[in-house]
């Protein structure tokens, strides 16, 4: 069933929403497995002393929010591509309840700055000492990716005498050796930029906001087309019909179609006894 105007750009919308919320769970979901079933990682998951730590702590919740970002774009592309209402209405309660989450996320990372950058702190030290461990590459990826954003170099600071300097980022001049330490600059990350976290989160928010409203409106265009009246178009065509009296009506096909309204109760005609 068809639906037009605002209902096929709020369609696309979806659509096009979707695929980018895909290619994060995907991300999410699949670094999150990686880090929890690793070769190198595994073990980490079957001490009892490290069950509360950190790293743990953030791997579950990338495990549990890709899957649930992907359990969410399964309802909004079949409820978008197929047009299937209770899909879309599912689509919008995940929706909300997302928007609800990343409100509350990101207002207690605003107020609770100091906690959570010590958090990310801990967790990059714990990347930090399972990468000297066991020196598996992807950790090294994600350490370079991780240095390179913020611009610091390990434990110390000091590219020469650092044990993963060769994640580090690559030093300009011989000033460039002594970089800060990656814990500190991480603990002050919140601190330094707390207006850009906080606008990041706005953005996203807004973001969801707008697959909300766009979900609800094509909800509303699929529940009125179900409602229109259909209609009954005869076309002309060349037959002759006789009728009870002996008299035949011949069609003339140079005459326009004649559309009929279904017929109701109120005006189906009562037989003749």
Sequence with gaps: MAVGGCGVVCKYIIIIFNIVLAGLGLAFLGFGLWLRFGEN???IFQIEELNSSVFVTAVTLLIIVGSVMLLLIAFGYHGACNERR?????YSVLLSILVATVVLVGFLSYTRRDKVGKYLSQFYSELYTLY???SDPAIGVVLTFIQEIVHCCGMTGITLVE????TCPRPDSFFDHFMPRCPRVIANLFDQKASLVMGIFVVTGGL???AVICSMVLSSKILRSYSAPQYIILTPTISTVPSPQGQVYTANPDRDPV???PLTDANVPLPVP
Excluded at 163 to 166: E, F, Q, R, T
């Design 259 to 261: 559309v009929f309204t």
């Design 41 to 43: 990682t595994r073990p």
């Design 86 to 90: 209770c899909s879309l209405i599912v």
């Design 208 to 210: 969801l906001v707008t």
């Design 163 to 166: 044990l993963v300097k060769m």
């Design 132 to 134: 000297v461990a066991t």
